[in-house]
């Protein structure tokens, strides 16, 4: 697929039908599979090994197209990840990268070959989400309550396990309101290697200094973002940049010994367009979150609606 950089519009003269033959590459090119649809043919792929995506990437023209599509390399390489990624500039080299597959001609592995006679709209919107910026999109303030210089038996009374709210100023006087920038991270953590979200099986890593370059090149869908229960562990320092606030002090988990405890705090760090996934917290448990640097929309459901379902998924998602 290919899409013109800077579309003028054009006028042509009026041709009929006749004068000019339109090429379909489906029906030649996919056979009985045409009948599928976009999403689905990509989803199937999604299941294939590397060398077999690359032998039906030789089969027909439209193979190809649906063959070296960035989300399919994406999911491919992050299932096959076996060691800490380095993004290489497009998904498809960093899962040749892991599979230690070299190109003797570089130069030819540059240029991708184009077809005329396609166009798929479910690939065209997912182009369109990977490059969409959310600078300009209308957001408003929500309908959460926002709060200030909560005591304690305030928010005791008023919202713990009741319903959420939006506390201003916790966060001021932590070093972690200056320090925690791209460019402050990387002069102490660059060769720190932290978690990425879950998007495998495996557990992903990559050092801070290769991820902050993924970020500036990457055009995903729904970009990778750090998203590290470990952070305490593996740099240590970070700890003493944040205190829990007086009101979040009580800690039912802390009666447990460290090794027994189940995940209580994570390092969250990504780009615009990353985020969770619809989901329920570990065990159904209660957290605070503290938004430190950029914007994040949150959407929050109210659990009567559904409860026997979110349990059910809550449970099985902590206990898997």
């Known amino acids: 697929m290919e899409v013109e950089e800077n579309p003028q519009l054009q006028t042509q003269p009026e041709s009929s039908p006749m004068e000019v033959e339109q090429i379909d590459r489906r029906p030649a090119a996919l056979g009985d599979l045409r009948l599928l649809p976009d999403e689905v ?35 491919i390489c992050l299932d096959i990840a076996n060691r800490q990624l380095q993004y290489k500039g497009s998904w498809k080299r960093t899962a040749l990268d892991q599979l230690n597959v070299t190109f003797e001609n570089n130069e030819s592995c540059r240029k991708p070959l184009h077809f005329d ?20 999109f209308y957001y408003d303030t929500g309908n959460v309550e926002r709060a200030k210089n909560l005591s304690i038996e305030e928010f005791h009374d008023k919202y713990d396990g009741q319903k959420p709210v939006l506390i201003a100023g916790l966060a001021d006087t932590w070093p972690a309101s200056t320090t925690w920038t791209t460019e402050e ?114 959407i929050i459901e109210n659990q009567s609606l559904s409860f026997p379902v979110i349990l059910s998924q809550g449970l099985a998602e902590y206990f898997s």
Not at 67 to 73: D, F, G, I, V
Not at 252 to 266: A, I, K
């Open 41 to 75: 043919l990509c989803a199937i792929l999604t299941f294939l090994t590397p060398r077999d995506v690359a032998r039906l990437s030789c089969v027909s023209s439209v193979m190809y197209i649906l063959c070296n599509e960035e989300p399919l390399w994406m999911s």
């Open 117 to 136: 006679g396609f166009n798929s709209l479910f690939l065209y919107r997912r182009l369109y989400r990977c490059y969409t910026s959310l600078n300009g």
């Open 185 to 298: 991270l990387l002069k102490k953590y660059e060769d720190t290697a932290f978690k990425l979200s879950q998007r495998s099986r495996h557990k992903i890593k990559m050092k801070l200094k290769d991820y902050v370059s993924y970020i500036k090149l990457q055009h995903d869908e729904d970009p990778l973002y750090i998203f590290d229960e470990k952070f305490g562990e593996t740099a240590p320092e970070l700890l003493k940049d944040y205190s829990v606030p007086n009101i979040f002090k009580e800690d039912f988990f802390d009666v447990l010994d460290r090794d027994q405890r189940p995940p209580f705090r994570w390092l969250i760090m990504g780009p615009e367009r990353s985020g969770a996934s619809w989901h329920v917290d570990p065990a159904l448990t209660s957290a605070w979150n503290t938004l430190l640097c950029g914007r994040k929309r949150y």
